[in-house]
T-cell receptor
Framework: NAGVTQTPKFQVLKTGQSMTLQCAQDMNHNSMYWYRQDPGMGLRLIYYSASEGTTDKGEVPNGYNVSRLNKREFSLRLESAAPSQTSVYFC??????????????????FGAGTRLSVL | GENVEQHPSTLSVQEGDSAVIKCTYSDSASNYFPWYKQELGKRPQLIIDIRSNVGEKKDQRIAVTLNKTAKHFSLHITETQPEDSAVYFCAACTSGTYKYIFGTGTRLKVLA
């Protein structure tokens, strides 16, 4: 049981290049999230997927697209990277819905992060 | 839009003293409030959480209090130890929205 797995761990891009950050969870969670973390700004939500087949914008969606490929996988794509997208990206998941302890269903579990630099 | 304010941004305490971090949320419909600890270079990890139908929750040296009327909640760490040094984030979540709004974090330093 690996939890939430993100790839790659590190990436350097040139301005204008594209790339996809991968995220997979093996906990059978319904909801998945992408955040970016910048110094002094906490975790800001980029996109989330409440359940398989749905995606919604968060606080800072501009310049990003997402795909909920299946229940396990939620990818984040940068079509044309910009220096302002230099950040640490975290994927997270949670149970979200269904039977069970209501407090436990709310807990988010985070991946190890992807450190992205755009030159 | 919704936001969560967190204070202070940095906090230094002597080992053995208590530390208190405070958060204020704007959405009165928020009903779940987790606290995460993030060590340098690591992922955020949940340390304690509380729902809006409870005013206080304690887990060993860590406690969270919630004041729904004032829309603020606080993290209390007693008998601090050097391994408590990290960045702490609060968050607020509203049932049915699936969105979490995080505070900007508090860097806690416990001085030996």
């Amino acid at each position: 049981n690996a939890g939430v797995t993100q790839t790659p761990k590190f990436q350097v891009l040139k301005t204008g290049q594209s790339m996809t950050l991968q995220c997979a969870q093996d906990m059978n969670h319904n909801s998945m999230y992408w955040y970016r973390q910048d110094p002094g700004m906490g975790l800001r939500l980029i996109y989330y997927s409440a359940s398989e087949g749905t995606t919604d914008k968060g606080e800072v969606p501009n310049g990003y697209n997402v795909s909920r490929l299946n229940k396990r996988e939620f990818s984040l794509r940068l079509e044309s990277a910009a220096p302002s997208q230099t950040s640490v990206y975290f994927c997270a998941s949670r149970v979200g819905t269904g039977k069970g302890n209501s407090l436990a269903k709310n807990i988010q579990y985070f991946g190890a992060g992807t450190r992205l630099s755009v030159l | 839009g919704e936001n969560v304010e967190q204070h202070p941004s940095t906090l230094s305490v002597q080992e053995g003293d208590s530390a208190v971090i405070k958060c204020t949320y704007s959405d009165s419909a928020s009903n779940y409030f987790p606290w995460y600890k993030q060590e340098l270079g690591k992922r955020p990890q949940l340390i304690i959480d509380i729902r809006s139908n409870v005013g206080e929750k304690k887990d060993q040296r860590i406690a969270v209090t919630l004041n729904k009327t004032a829309k603020h909640f606080s993290l209390h760490i007693t008998e601090t130890q050097p391994e408590d040094s990290a960045v702490y984030f609060c968050a607020a979540c509203t049932s049915g929205t699936y969105k979490y709004i995080f505070g900007t974090g508090t860097r806690l330093k416990v001085l030996a």
